[in-house]
């Protein structure tokens, strides 16, 4: 299975931009980049999802390498409640069905 | 809209006990899943159903049943529990198709096995 790498821990101050890179190098041309993010004592929360084009919506941007080998999801201006573990996870097809396969994320903190 | 409920939120049982966690989602969804996440882990794929009375196995399936009844219905059954199985559990809700689909989490289940 396709996996991704993502640092264990990033840092930013509030009303800042945040970009959160992650490696997947073994993606297959079927898979789905998506991001999930999940707040302490919660379950995970969907963020973002793109395949080859960069993608925009109310909560981030993602931006996609022209390779599909890494992508970087941004927070445009973090604010304390964008504290969270955020996970960049590969939609992958096994047999008939799409997977999701979590690896241990980013815990971001935001500084005051 | 409730989206995905999941209940009990909490639950200690003892070494042997069965039960069963309830999940349950309002969003028509076919595609429900099991997750299991322990700390400092990501989550891992228990069981999975693609449609009521279709159910398969995801990557740490032991220990554990499901069934799907209804559409809306996903339970997970401990069959004797231990305490390995001592975790928080996560069930989801997506609708079936491409890989493009976001899936929707409930709060957690957060059951220690003693």
């Known amino acids: 299975d396709a996996k991704t790498t993502q640092p264990n821990s990033m840092e930013s101050n509030e009303e800042e931009p945040v970009h959160l890179p992650c490696n997947h190098s073994?993606?297959?041309?079927?898979?789905?980049i998506h991001w999930y993010r999940q707040l302490p004592s919660q379950g995970p929360e969907y963020v973002i999802h793109?395949?080859?084009s960069n993608v925009n919506n109310r909560m981030a941007s993602l931006a996609i390498a022209e390779d599909r080998k890494s992508s970087t999801l941004i927070l445009h201006r973090a604010t304390l409640r964008d504290a969270a573990v955020y996970y960049c996870?590969?939609?992958?097809?096994?047999?008939?069905?799409?997977?999701?396969?979590f690896g241990k994320g980013t815990l971001l903190t935001v500084n005051p | 809209n409730a989206g995905v409920t999941q209940t009990p939120k909490f639950q200690v049982l003892k070494t042997g006990q069965s039960m069963t966690l309830q999940c349950a989602q309002d969003?028509?969804?076919?595609?429900m899943s099991w997750y299991r996440q322990d700390p400092g882990m990501g989550l891992r794929l228990i069981h999975y159903?693609?449609?009521?009375?279709?159910?398969d196995q995801g990557e740490v399936p032991n220990g554990y049943n499901v069934s799907r009844s209804t559409t809306e219905d996903f339970p997970l059954r401990l069959l004797s529990a231990a305490p390995s199985q001592t975790s928080v559990y996560f069930c989801?809700?997506?609708?079936?198709?491409?890989?493009?689909?976001?899936?929707?989490f409930g709060d957690g289940t957060r059951l220690s096995i003693l």
């Open positions: 793109g395949l080859t």
């Open positions: 073994t993606i297959s041309g079927t898979d789905y």
């Open positions: 996870i590969l939609s992958s097809l096994r047999g008939s069905n799409y997977k999701l396969t």
């Open positions: 969003m028509n969804h076919e595609y």
């Open positions: 989801a809700s997506r609708r079936q198709g491409a890989g493009n689909q976001p899936q929707h």
């Open positions: 159903s693609v449609g009521a009375g279709i159910t």
